[in-house]
């Protein structure tokens, strides 16, 4: 079992920045590939950002590149999302969410679907004001 726990979501003008933190329980955290998702109101759950359970690759939505960055510290078992340059449209709830990758041969697996992952953080508001 792994609990994740999100943080750092807020309240922010456009053009500013906020750094999204998720907090991972468990002792096998490497073994995870790490994915942040964001749902708007009236929308499907869309991903943001993935990074490999090594940190070896990082992914992107199109909507973000270049305005966010992914990145993990297995040692302290979190995962972060840093936020720049943020527009009305990126206002949603940010979920992080673990995927066991443990049994691919591949350890750089990621995916965008949000069905391919086992464990999903309770998700933080992140709002931005125009």
């Known amino acids: 079992q792994v609990q994740l726990v999100e943080s750092g979501g807020g309240l922010v003008q456009a053009g500013g920045s906020l750094r999204l933190s998720c907090a991972a329980s468990g002792r096998t955290f490497g073994n995870y590939a790490m994915g942040w998702f964001r749902q708007a109101p009236g929308k499907e759950r869309e991903i943001v950002a993935r990074?490999?359970?090594?940190?070896?690759?990082?992914y992107y939505a199109d909507s973000v590149k270049g305005r966010f960055t992914v990145s993990r510290d297995n040692a302290k078992n979190t995962v972060s999302l840093q936020m720049n340059s943020l527009k009305p449209e990126d206002t949603a709830i940010y979920y992080c969410a673990a995927m066991d990758t443990s049994g691919y041969y591949y350890t750089d697996y990621t995916s965008e679907i949000p069905g391919e992952y086992d464990y999903w953080g309770q998700g933080t508001q992140v709002t931005v004001s125009s």
């Open positions: 990074i490999s359970r090594s940190a070896g690759r990082t």
